[in-house]
């Protein structure tokens, strides 16, 4: 492929490039322009980078900058900036500082008054929810989940009411555990899309409810691997009117003898529902 050379980059600059997340077609003639002129590329991982750059023909030189670095080798790249150089911040995959490195060096130009232009292109992120199926006027990208069972329910109970979709990076070996915990926190009606090996080979995205998606990655190894994004629709509080008969008979037996916080729970409990909407209906019916 043969690179333009009709887009002029200005010094100093730091520019933020997307790469590819999986189909190396989706790299923009806009990013391969700005790769090819600059005088230094800042990456994740300099072999990683090496190989994409090779693949178009690029030779500009590369600088590691990456989780275990950036903190310090942030204002050593600032101070090549100062003197007049261009710089293309790259990750392994995807727009940079997207759970990416990144961020520290970005507020280290601007601090120090350094031109920062952010190219458009591939996100796992919003890839993902163009295609899930839920809600994509709000939603929130949240990053990995926690690797350990209680930071990840923790996680899953602050945004269990929350209404608007989230997003969220999951790596294949802790896939079932993060869905075992996203079902016993957020129940099996919730339903969540599971976006794996995106713009690859073999792409799968699927969405359903929380507990026919836990048992489909069960059932399936291939599930399993890959690169993966999470997304949970938001919360949807029941209606005071969604609430059965049956519910409210019980409710109603509880409430002469336990108070309605308490009653709510158990029916809650019992019936699978929602406790909000009963306790709301208790109020306005039995005070």
């Not at 490039?17 to 300099?46: C, F, H, W």
């Not at 995106?198 to 929380?210: A, D």
Request: overall charge neutral.
């Amino acid at each position: 492929m043969t690179v333009s050379k009709t887009l002029p980059v200005e010094s100093p600059t730091l520019y933020i490039v997307p790469t590819p997340i999986g189909n190396l077609g989706d790299i923009t003639q806009r990013a391969l322009d700005v790769l090819s002129r600059v005088d230094l590329v800042a990456a994740e991982d300099t072999r990683h980078t090496g190989k994409l750059l090779s693949h178009f023909g690029i030779n500009t030189k590369t600088y590691a900058l990456h989780d275990h670095n950036e903190q310090q080798k942030s204002q050593v790249l600032v101070d090549k900036l100062l003197t007049g150089l261009t710089i293309a911040l790259v990750s392994d995959a995807g727009t940079p500082l997207i759970s990416d490195p990144g961020y520290h060096l970005v507020n280290h130009c601007r601090q120090a008054g350094v031109k920062v232009v952010p190219l458009p292109g591939a996100c796992a992120v919003i890839t993902a929810l163009c295609a899930s199926g839920l809600p994509s006027d709000r939603f929130s990208f949240e990053g990995f989940l926690p690797a350990k069972s209680k930071g990840r329910k923790d996680k899953l109970n602050e945004i269990s009411t929350v209404e608007r979709t989230c997003v969220f990076y999951e790596s294949p070996h802790r896939i079932l555990d993060s869905l075992n915990d996203m079902l016993d926190i957020l129940g099996p009606d919730r339903e969540v899309a599971l976006a794996r090996e995106l713009t690859k080979t073999f792409e799968t995205i699927q969405s359903m409810p929380l507990g026919e998606l836990v048992n489909w990655v069960k059932s399936d190894p291939n599930q399993q691997r890959g690169e993966m994004v999470l997304l949970v629709h938001g919360y949807r509080a029941l209606a005071v009117n969604d609430i059965s008969e049956e519910e409210k008979r019980a409710l109603t037996l509880l409430c002469k003898e336990l108070p309605l916080k308490k009653a709510s729970a158990l029916v809650a409990e019992l019936y699978s529902t929602k406790k909000n909407a009963l306790y709301k209906w208790g109020l306005e019916n039995l005070s």
